[in-house]
């Protein structure tokens, strides 16, 4: 995985209020919230070692064999990330839901569904939020069995998971590998909100 991937190797989903990046490799590098302009949750885009990163992908011992390419759904602001290996063909689709309102909201969600079209592949997930630009620690905390919370400085970020992935804490942040075979989908998402704001509702694969 290249560290510093080319800016043009990256897909943009937002809400009209914050966006994030997502590298070719599948790898959120940099995503402010509430605001565009507010501190970071991941910015490995600057610092890759501490400025934090959530990472969804097909994972293959050093890639072997893989072709990636990363597209728009047509008409729409889904980005898709595909994997493409000699054992099947999967994808990554990043999106955010467009707020309907002028007002200012502190609650944003980032949508990130893995689903494998043609044979099986195994996937791996990184969630290593690093808040304020890695300045700032947070806390890791479990609230039930596919939903964690990390808590900044003002800021809680949820992870929740459908059935499948199951969160594995690695120090503060989480880990999860999972494997997906043709018609199968799951689904990760990361919720940030003001501190303490009650549990998001959680994803479903349904409709």
Known sequence: MNRYPPIAEHGMVGDLQTAALVSSGGTVDWWCTPRFDSPSIFASLLDSERGGHCRLA???????GMTVRQLYLSDTAVLVTRFMAPGGVGEVADFMVPIDSSAPTDTHRLIRVARVVRGSLPFALTCRPRFDYGRASHTLSRTDEHSVLFRGPGTDLHLQSTAG????????????????????????????TASGDPLPPHPSLDG
Request: no cysteine; net charge negative.
């Open 58 to 64: 097909a994972e293959f011992p050093d890639d072997d």
């Open 165 to 192: 992935v199951a969160l594995l804490a690695d120090g503060s942040d989480i880990t999860a590998r999972f494997a997906l075979s043709a018609g199968q989908a799951a689904a990760v998402v990361l919720t940030s």
